[in-house]
């Protein structure tokens, strides 16, 4: 009768299967962790460019006040304004 070798993750004897399956998910929380990073330094970004442009043409006679919400709105959209 011969014998297998024990499944031991901490000894790294483990199924192929389950090492892909380790690294694909390694590799997927790398990418959301990316994702969500470079996705707040761009929103905030675009806030902040909202911000300046409305700050050079503001005028209290004719705009509300938060304008810019609407220019950034339609910056992350994707969509011409």
Known sequence: MTQGVAWSEHNGTVSRAF????????????????????????????YRNAEDSMSRVFNPDVHYGDEH????????DGRPS
């Open 19 to 46: 090492e892909d399956w380790r690294t694909a998910g390694a590799e997927n929380r790398a990418f959301l962790k990316l994702s969500a990073q470079w996705a707040e330094e761009a929103y905030d970004r675009e």
């Open 69 to 76: 919400v609407d220019m950034f709105d339609a910056a992350v």
